[in-house]
């Protein structure tokens, strides 16, 4: 089982930032896959960005390209969502998972831990 906590969202304004953090805890130690999603009202959750395991390469949605940024500090298990460029269709619901297997970094199916969510608002 691995635990996760997601923080750092916000109110922010169009164009600034907002730095997602996710915390792991548990079974740390397994090599996994941790992906970033997000789901606004009345919408399905979808992809945002991932990072394979031991941040060896990244994914990102076209919505995220160029303006996300996603990363990870294995010594402290933490993973990082930075958001620049923010623009009120980002508004949602951001969550952290992580999943184990060669699936779609984009499937949200696949992965089988999931954080509580961190809200990030932008205003126009």
């Known amino acids: 089982q691995v635990q996760l906590v997601e923080s750092g969202g916000g109110l922010v304004q169009a164009g600034g930032s907002l730095r997602l953090s996710c915390v792991a805890s548990g079974r740390t130690h397994l090599m996994y896959d941790m992906g970033w999603f997000r789901q606004a009202p009345g919408k399905e959750r979808e992809f945002v960005a991932a990072?394979?395991?031991?941040?060896?390469?990244?994914y990102y949605a076209e919505s995220a390209k160029g303006r996300f940024t996603i990363s990870s500090d294995n010594a402290q298990n933490t993973v990082y969502l930075q958001m620049d460029r923010l623009k009120p269709e980002d508004t949602a619901i951001y969550y952290c998972a992580a999943r184990m297997g060669s699936a779609r970094l984009d499937w949200t199916k696949g992965y089988a831990y999931w954080g509580q969510g961190t809200q990030a608002t932008v205003s126009s």
């Open positions: 990072i394979k395991s031991r941040g060896s390469s990244t």
